[in-house]
């Protein structure tokens, strides 16, 4: 296996775009990306997205992506894990790359959700859903996810207060991101005070669907030395599933695939998780990212709440996460959020974070889920 680097980035700000389309989304971010690795084109695009059919009535992405980005004739297709779109196509690219089939892959993540509004949208969500036994019942991913927040809160005796501190971390990060959904901050205290959505989720607890595209060019680490000054090593990548479904699953409070997608991750990049700088990871709910950090190594089961409740996520902290407003702030662009991820994470490792800049960071974990968990998708990326 050849040694992977990115050696390319771009992404658009996360948001409602009304007025653009997911084909002119996704080729302002493929030409961003391009642009900032000093190349045209590529041997082949992947293109993450997750609800391109309910959401904007469109398939074959990567012929149509590859057509109107200007590159017409290369290997393209798209590559589908519901929410965790985005670092399947990473991993496709990765592959790639790394077995020799290609010598430099253009990796896309796209979603144009804002289109479908109210009912349709959860619909179309659902679809992510086991269709006959949560779909057709009622369940939505919200649901699901309050019924993990509230076994989590009961067994550990927990108030719902504990924790707000995820988003406060999530949207002071955000409020310094010009690509971020939301930019406003969060106050102690004003976490629990907020709408219920689908109780304990509540509106200051949930991510937003938004509209986005973000990209990464991959090549040989070989090759990326005379391409541009600071490529980022991709140093491990891998996926592992757990059950569709919460009610198969032996134990609700451990999000499996996540915890051996990270394992296998440490093993193949030669780490243990005190290397780590920063985990950008899946917090589309809070409880996501409480269960995250203890699937990842960074705590003890129970104990990742506390991790937020004491400033160690913060960008001084032990473990900083969400470093640019993570899914909450920044916006969950759902398909292409693994990507925007990547983006994220190579900004912090180029030491081109500004405000929002990890001091002397040297590795980053990024984690993308698809569902709540069913698919877990770990890469590290190194300085």
């Known amino acids: 296996m050849r040694e992977v680097a990115i050696v ?160 406060i971390n999530a949207h002071a990060n955000g409020s310094r991101n010009p690509n971020a959904m939301f930019r406003n901050l969060i106050k102690p205290g004003s976490f629990a005070r907020a709408p219920m959505v689908a109780d304990p989720i509540n509106l200051f607890d949930g991510a937003p669907d938004a509209d986005g595209a973000a990209a990464v060019v991959l090549t040989t680490v070989e090759r990326a030395a005379d391409m541009v000054p600071q490529p980022v090593r991709l140093t491990a990548s891998a996926v592992a599933t757990d059950s569709l479904t919460l009610h198969d699953r032996p134990d609700l409070l451990i999000l499996r695939a996540a915890q051996q997608s990270a394992a296998r991750a440490y093993a193949q990049a030669g780490i243990e998780p005190n290397a780590v700088s920063l985990f950008e990871l899946h917090d589309e709910y809070t409880i996501l990212a409480a269960l995250s950090l203890e699937a990842a190594g960074f705590a003890e089961r129970g104990q990742g709440w506390k991790l937020a409740q004491d400033g160690a996520i913060g960008l001084q902290g032990s473990i900083p996460i969400s470093t640019f407003g993570g899914l909450k702030a920044r916006g969950n662009p759902i398909g292409a959020t693994g990507i925007y991820q990547a983006v994220e994470a190579c900004l912090q490792l180029r030491g081109q974070a500004g405000d929002n800049q990890v001091s002397g960071a040297r590795t980053a974990l990024i984690q993308n889920l698809g569902g709540l968990g069913a698919t877990a998708i770990t890469h590290i990326l190194q300085a």
């Open 8 to 167: 390319g980035i771009g992404q658009t700000p996360v948001g409602e775009h009304w007025d653009t389309s997911l084909r002119m989304l996704a080729a302002e971010a493929v030409r961003a990306a391009l642009q900032d690795a000093g190349v045209k084109t590529a041997d082949a695009l992947y293109v993450g997205c997750g609800f391109s059919a309910p959401f904007s009535s469109q398939l074959h992405l990567g012929a149509l992506v590859a057509d109107f980005a200007g590159l017409r004739g290369i290997e393209a297709y798209s590559v589908e894990a519901a929410d965790a779109s985005g670092g399947a196509a990473l991993r496709t690219g990765f592959l790639a790359v790394a077995s020799g089939a290609v010598e430099t892959a253009l990796v896309l993540g796209v979603e144009k959700a804002t289109d479908t509004v109210g009912s349709a949208r959860i619909q179309a969500r659902n679809t992510s859903l086991d269709a006959d036994f949560e779909a057709a019942h009622g369940a939505t991913q919200s649901a699901l996810a309050a019924l993990l927040m509230r076994r989590y809160m009961h067994e550990y005796g927990l108030e719902l207060s504990a924790f707000e501190g995820f988003s």
